[in-house]
Every structure is written in C-alpha cells, then in structure tokens.
C-alpha cells in the first residue's frame, strides 16, 4: 500500500468520479478465463483480469510430500503462489518471498474451506499460481484461477470461490484496484468469497479506512464476487462446450497478437 | 485432467515402432512438432515470447536492468540466463531452486545465445567502465512434454527479437531495439537404441539414452552443442545430426 | 452404465456448488446435500436415476472402490508383499496371501518384480482410504506382452460403453485382447499394427467422451483404418 503522495497533478479519480482508466468506483477491470489450459496438469485456468496473467495449475490429490506433512483423516491443499521474474517492471527475483508465502499460506486456507478433504486422508492437493504479468490484485486473480483449475481436475469441492478487492483512493471507496491506484490509494481490501453460503474464506485489509467506508467497500467487493463467480462457472462450462465444428483443445493464447505457424 | 492420451508405454513398445520406422505421434524421425510463437506475450518484460512446441509450451521473458560490467569487459553489457521448471509445468517437476535439469538448460541455451553473439553487447553499454545494461533471459516452462532446450532457445531468440532497451524508464535517453546481431537456433535429438530422433517427447524423452542439442546460426556455423544421457552417440550419427540442425534451424528461424 | 439420457437430451455440464434439486431427492455419486438441497460436488454432466440426483465427473483421479478390477504397476518389493500403484493417490500393499501363488518369506522378487503391471481386485478400502489388493480371482494375473495405456479414469465409462457395447467394437475391429482397469489403465495385446489402431482410436473416445455421436465415429475410425492397410 502506497498513501505516498501522487506525483503533480495526477488525480485517481475525476470531478466526473471517473478513475485513470475511464472506470466508475464500482467497476471490474475487465475478465477473460479459460479453464483446461495445460496438457500435464489435472487441472488448470489461465485468467486475463486487466493487465494481470495468471495461470494456475493443480496435480492431485496424490501422496503428500513432504511426508511429515500428511494428515491421516484428510489431504492438505497446499497452495504455491509465485511471480515470474518478468511479471514485474523491476525483475523480481526468483523464489519464494515472504510476500509469496503468506500469499501461499491464506490461498491454501481458502481453498481448503471448500475442498471435501475428508474423501482423500494422507493425500495433498498440489495447487500452483504463476503470474505472468502482474497489475495489482493478483493474489485476488490467482484465487479466482486456482478455484477454476480445482474444478478442472475434479477435485471433490462445495464451491467455487471468487476473489476481489475493494480500495480507497482520493477518499473514494471503489473496486478492484489497477496498479497506480494501488500504489497511490489509501487502502486495499482483498477478498475470497462463496456466493452460494455468503461465506467470506479470504479478507485482507491494509491502510487506513472508517468502519463505514469499509462496509462500503466490502459489500463492493461481494457484489463484485457474485460477478466473478459467473465468469469462473462459464469458463468451465465452456470447457465441455459440444461443439464439433470447433477445433479440440485449449487455445493456445488469448490475446490478439498470435501469429500461430 | 485435462490432457489427451497419456499412454504409458513400456521402452519396447515405442522401439518396436521405431523398427517398423514409426513414431508413436506418427512423425517422421526427423520431423519437428508443430511450433507457434507469440512475441510480446507479457508486457512487464523488455522482451518476451510464449513458444508451444507441440504439447511443450514455455514462456521466456527478458528484464533488463542497470549495473556494473565485469571488469574484462568494461565495454559490454551483461547477459545471464536462468530457467524454472517450475512444478505447474509437469507432475516431475518440484519447488525449489533450480535443480540440476534447469541448470543445464540455462546453460545451454545461455551458450548457444553468447557464443552465437546473438546480442551486441557492445551496444548495451551506457558509460564505459561504470554503467552498462543487464539482461536477464529468465525461461518459465509452463507446460512440459519434452524437448525444453529447443522451446526455450526459439523463446529466447524471439523474445531478443522483439525486445527493447528501456532506457527511457531509466532516464538515460531514447528506447531502442534489442541489438540483435544473431540468430542462434537449437536443435534436439534423442537416441533409442539405434534410432535417432529430432523433438523428442517427455515420453521418449524419458526412455532415450543419449541426447544431443546442436545450436546453428543463420550462417550454418556452429555455436553450441551439449550431449546428455547416459548413453553414446557415434561420429557419423553426429556428424548427420549437425546436418539436420542447420536445414531445421534454417527454417525455424525462417518463422520466428 | 451412465447412458441416462438420451441422444435428443442436451448433456448438462455442472459445476461444484450448482444446485441440483430443490427437495425431494437424495445426493447421488458426485454431489452432496445441504438445508435438504442437492448440490454438484464435482464438475461433470448432472444425472438423474428415479429420486436420485448426481454427477457424472468429466475429470478426477482415480477413487479406489470395493470390487474394482484395476491395473497396478509394481514399484517396490518388500519381504512378504508387493507395493503396486494404482493410480489413486498412495501406493498399496499386495500381500503375498492375495496371490495364487506359494510365495517363501523374501521371495518375492521370484515372481514379480518392480515394472510389472498386473491385473487386481481390490477387495477392501478403509476410512483412511487405505487399499486392499487381491490377485486370487480367477482371470487375474500378471500382465505380460502388449502394452498399457493410460486414460483419466472418468473416461473409463465410454470406453467400455454401455453393457460393454464399445469395448466389443475395438475388439472385434482390432482382434486385440483389451482388458480395461476401472483405475484407468489399459491393457492392449496383439500385433502392432492392431496395437496401434487401438490406441487410436481409445485416444478419440477420450478426447470426445463428453460428446454424443460418439459410437459412429470410433466405428468411423476402425473402418478407415482397417481399409488402409487391404
């Protein structure tokens, strides 16, 4: 979180209540998912959400290593959250940070809520998000994905779990924060939530915010969820779409630039 | 899961193919996957390239930042190359540092990249002596079915391609392309038994006994070569083999 | 064994957490109640059997059940048992009680050894999902020549088709002995080339499972293949 001061004459939010990018406070950035993206993987989803590009990928469930880590009445979700080197406009160097871990660590939580992980003791759900690219809110980009790629592999779950976070900049609580915005607002609220039992499974909060102004923000951040969660059932139905004229197998990429040989 | 046939198949089963000269995804022993590029994949890099070869897809990015040079070069920019098969990519796969396999690649690719001068070095310096560019070639196996060392060297060169210098967000003047000078092209075979084959899968990867990258520029010179395995290879097979790679590296490069 | 519905239903794909049933039903294979609603547990294709609502997974490991005919592989060999995976998420033990042979304390390397595949039931799994193996079933044995293919488990269905109509057709076509593990793993035995035509054609079922039409164009297959070689 930033709360540094912005650069001269730059606002985050307009007289009109536009954002930088021409947004409202209560708009997404938009959303693409696609699930079934990998070859080796049980499962997968690879997700476009503004300037982010995750994929995420799960094996399992199989034997759990390391071994001391098993649990005999049911398997452990165990989440790797990870930023490529070039995902950054300062090259990060690879390997797990402490930002990554703790990332890892409530993803893992998260997911766990939803998995029936009593069917499968001793077991581990091996679950890995790489960000490609990174704009903001990738922890709430890998979350959606990892939900995705769960589904995927067929992992037994209640539900599907979306993610999104709710901001303040200029005093204004708004949705889904892009990458200045993060750097420049004032609070950053990011959350993993079940529509279906209104369940919130992540929350996050940093920066400095009113009870108010986070009850605003919080119930952006749900309303938004629910919209999510649209776009993750969707991607995975289409997965199965019966559809013979159309070529089988995931595309090989999303975005306009392809020049397939 | 979302993969296709996954066939288990036992050593003698593709070698029975291969004497009756087939493959068991009915390429020709010589006969390179399917390939697709796509520059520019990832817009925080100065550089990149998604590459799927076959069921194969990598993705290699180029950062670039401002430093020292080595003092028995003070005129050229650095160049280091690091790869992660990171778990996402292949069941085989584990967390962690770069093991031995991902060493080797990057080496091997990162050879292939500065003995073939693929870059100007000379053309990243900023002040002799004191500033020049440092450029990391960072390679990311996404998805993982063999043959990562000629994935990863096709994304390296693309991404080199279709880079550029950020000199602007460092305040040390205009953007300019990455000095490209050359285009290394690698070219992998494996070796079952007596049969050679080009592109190998993770599954005939995985029952070879010897392997062999050869690395040609655009001019058919050799840059690199690196033989693995625990297996053996004869002059005359290698000697066929510098052949192939410079007729398939010709027209890789032709579409990158 | 799924074929519920007909060639004119659409399939319906369902995702975890989609609501099945209102009240009325019970949760089937696949999906789980909950304040007396039926929910999808698993992504597949809802079905539907009398007061029964469930899914049929489109993806998922392979759950060991009590009376499955499975392919193992061994990959390690203790004094008085076997260890052989299954493809479920942990190894299991095959005692040397379970197989028809008089095997001596640490002789065991004499009759299998680590690679073998061999076909077996398994006759037991406990709360902690621990796996009993059996080879003493007639018709079970170890698995010598051909090869072994691997398909998700959720695909096994179509393969072997309903009342085994389509396993019938790759036999018939190819003349190949076909034994298919409920695990996923199947054995092919024959030349080669019908080895090969197989394959094929198992590599279509699984990429098409899901889809309807599915019995005309493996046959479709097996025919231009059979007409390429005369």
Not at chain 1, 76 to 87: D, G, P, R
Not at chain 1, 147 to 156: C, F, K, M, T
Not at chain 2, 129 to 157: Q, R, S, T
Not at chain 3, 150 to 160: C, Q
């Amino acid at each position: 979180m930033g709360g540094t001061p912005l650069p001269e004459g730059i606002k985050l939010i307009d007289e009109k209540g536009l954002r930088m990018d021409g947004r409202r406070p209560d708009e997404l950035r938009p959303l693409k998912i696609e699930a079934g993206v990998l070859k080796r993987a049980d499962g997968s989803a690879y997700l476009e959400w503004g300037d982010n590009k995750v994929l995420a990928a799960v094996y399992g469930p199989r034997e759990c290593h390391p071994r001391h880590m098993q649990d005999p009445t049911r398997a452990l979700v165990q989440c790797n959250y990870n930023m490529a080197s070039f995902s950054v406009d300062d090259r990060k160097r690879p390997g797990p940070d402490r930002r990554s871990q703790e990332i890892s660590k409530i993803i893992s939580e998260a997911l766990t809520h939803v998995v029936f992980t009593e069917y499968f003791p001793r077991a581990s759900v091996d679950v890995y998000i790489e960000v490609l690219q990174a704009s903001a809110g990738t922890r709430c980009a890998g979350l959606t994905a990892a939900s995705v790629a769960l589904a995927d592999a067929g992992i037994p779950m209640r539900d599907l779990i979306a993610s999104c976070a709710a901001g303040k900049i200029d005093d204004v609580v708004v949705l889904d924060l892009m990458k200045e915005e993060d750097n420049f607002g004032s609070a950053d609220i990011p959350i993993g939530y079940v529509p279906r039992t209104d369940e919130i499974v992540l929350l996050q909060m940093d920066g400095d915010l009113t009870a108010d102004e986070f009850k605003k923000g919080l119930g952006m951040a749900v309303d938004a969820c629910k919209r999510i969660h649209e776009v993750q059932r969707d991607a995975l139905k289409r997965r199965y779409a019966v559809d013979d004229a159309a070529p089988k197998g995931p595309s090989p990429a999303l975005d306009g630039t392809k020049e397939v040989q | 899961m979302s993969k296709d046939v996954v066939a288990y198949m036992k050593k003698d089963y593709i070698e029975k193919l291969l004497a009756k000269g087939e493959r068991v995804d009915g390429r020709r022993f010589d006969e390179m996957r399917p390939l697709s590029v796509e520059k520019g994949y990832v817009g925080s890099a100065e550089g990149s390239a998604r590459v799927t070869l076959g069921n194969t897809s990598v993705l290699v990015g180029i950062k670039m930042i401002m430093g020292q040079p080595f003092s028995d070069t003070p005129n050229k920019g650095v160049l280091t190359t690091n790869a992660e098969l990171i778990p996402l990519a292949n069941e085989d796969f584990e967390s962690g540092p770069p093991g031995r396999k991902a060493i080797e690649v990057a080496r091997v690719v990162d050879r292939g990249i500065r003995e073939g001068q693929a870059v100007d070095l000379e053309k990243l310096c900023i002040v002799p002596e004191k500033e020049v560019w440092i450029m990391f070639v960072d390679i990311h196996a996404l998805d993982y079915d063999g043959n990562l060392f000629d994935a990863a060297n096709i994304g390296a060169v693309a991404a080199l391609k279709s880079g550029t210098v950020p000199m602007k967000r460092a305040g040390k003047g205009e953007d300019y392309p990455i000095p490209l000078m050359h285009e290394p092209i690698s070219v992998t075979a494996v070796k079952i038994g007596k049969h050679i084959l080009v592109d190998p899968t993770y599954e005939e990867e995985r029952v070879a006994d010897a392997r062999l990258t050869i690395a040609t520029n655009e001019a058919g010179r050799l840059c690199a070569m690196q033989k693995g395995g625990e297996g053996s290879f004869v002059v005359d097979e290698v000697l066929q083999l510098v052949e192939n790679s410079k007729r398939l590296g010709a027209e890789i490069r032709s579409r990158i | 064994m799924r074929e519920n519905d007909s060639k004119e239903n659409p399939r319906e794909i369902v995702v975890p957490g989609d609501l099945l049933a209102e009240s009325g039903m019970k949760a089937g294979p696949g999906a789980f109640s909950e304040g007396g609603r039926i929910y999808a547990g698993q992504m597949g294709i809802k079905s539907v059997r009398q007061n029964m609502v469930g899914v049929v997974p489109l993806a998922g490991q392979y759950i060991p059940v009590r009376g499955d005919q499975v392919i193992g592989k061994i990959v390690d060999l203790g004094a008085s048992n076997w260890l052989v995976d299954i493809r479920s998420p942990y190894p299991s033990p095959l005692h040397v009680n379970e197989v028809p042979w008089r095997v001596e304390f640490g002789e065991t390397s004499r009759f299998m050894t680590v690679g073998d595949m061999v076909s077996l039931k398994v006759v037991g799994v406990d709360e902690l999902m621990k796996v009993q193996l059996s080879m003493k079933e007639n018709g079970l044995r170890k698995l010598a020549g051909g090869m072994v293919l691997e398909i998700a488990p959720s695909k096994v269905p179509r393969v072997i088709g309903r009342d085994g109509s389509m396993i019938q057709i790759l036999k018939n076509a190819t003349g190949c002995r076909i034994y298919v593990g409920q695990n996923g793993r199947i054995w092919i035995d024959g030349d080669l080339e019908s080895i090969q035509r197989t394959v094929e054609a198992i590599s279509l079922i699984e990429a098409e499972a899901h889809n309807t039409g599915l019995t005309e164009k493996i046959k479709h297959l097996l025919d231009r293949n059979s007409n390429k070689g005369a």
